[in-house]
Nanobody
């Protein structure tokens, strides 16, 4: 059973930083891709960043490129999302997700963590 547990959300002023963590368990993740999604009130869920566990190739949405960095710690089975220069429009519930590299659908999801950026 794959489990993803997020932490690190909170309230921050515009221009500030937060680091989200996602602890993964229940599987060997070397053949998985991990991602961070977010969903703001009244909006659809959107992908923010992703990383291929083996090799570390990353992808970023244009809206966060240059401000957010996704990384992984193999020893801790944990992925991170370092968020800098936060803007009020980054306010959302952030979700960690996982999929096998050979598929296109994210099958596993965490419970979400709230990020609120005040102006």
């Amino acid at each position: 059973q794959v489990q993803l547990v997020e932490s690190g959300g909170g309230l921050v002023q515009a221009g500030g930083s937060l680091r989200l963590s996602c602890a993964a368990s229940g599987r060997t993740f070397s053949s998985y891709a991990m991602a961070w999604f977010r969903q703001a009130p009244g909006k659809e869920r959107e992908i923010v960043a992703s990383i291929i566990w083996s090799g570390g190739t990353t992808y970023y949405a244009n809206s966060v490129k240059g401000r957010f960095t996704m990384s992984r710690d193999n020893a801790k089975n944990t992925v991170y999302l370092q968020m800098n220069s936060l803007k009020p429009e980054d306010t959302a519930v952030y979700y960690c997700a996982a999929r096998r590299v050979v598929t296109a659908v994210y099958d596993y999801w965490g419970q979400g963590t709230q990020v609120t950026v005040s102006s």
